[in-house]
């Protein structure tokens, strides 16, 4: 059974950093492509950054210039480095595994796992 575990959450003043990371916990033949959400309270959770198996990233429009996203080679670790942090970047972080690219369905899943997801707060 896949588990993703995100670390890394915590409070930072407006303009501080922190870079989130999130492991699979996956046999060592799997390998995904991955990306981060966030759900800030009251709202709906927003896609905020993916990256696919040739290291495409895609950003919100949000966080464009901001948040950085990478991954480990093996493709089961993925970062996300966050400069510039405002208020508004308040919320719980969580990472998904979009697709698998690698490895047999039995021991990998086919993506669209979801971690438990880490606190990021932002303060004024």
């Known amino acids: 059974q896949v588990s993703l575990t995100e670390y890394g959450g915590g409070s930072v003043q407006a303009g501080g950093s922190l870079e989130l990371s999130c492991a699979a916990s996956?046999?060592?033949?799997?390998?995904?492509?991955m990306s981060w959400y966030r759900q800030a309270p009251g709202k709906e959770r927003e896609f905020v950054s993916g990256?696919?198996?040739?290291?495409?990233?895609k950003y919100a429009d949000s966080v464009k210039g901001r948040f950085t996203i990478s991954q480990e080679d093996t493709k089961r670790k993925v970062y996300l480095h966050m400069n510039s942090l405002k208020p508004e970047d308040t919320a719980i972080y969580s990472c998904?595994?979009?697709?698998?690219?690698?490895?047999?369905?039995?021991?990998?899943?086919?993506?669209?796992?979801w971690g438990q997801g880490t606190q990021v707060t932002v303060s004024s």
């Open positions: 998904k595994t979009d697709r698998t690219i690698a490895g047999y369905e039995y021991l990998c899943g086919s993506g669209g796992k």
């Open positions: 996956a046999h060592s033949t799997c390998a995904y492509e």
């Open positions: 990256i696919g198996r040739d290291g495409a990233t």
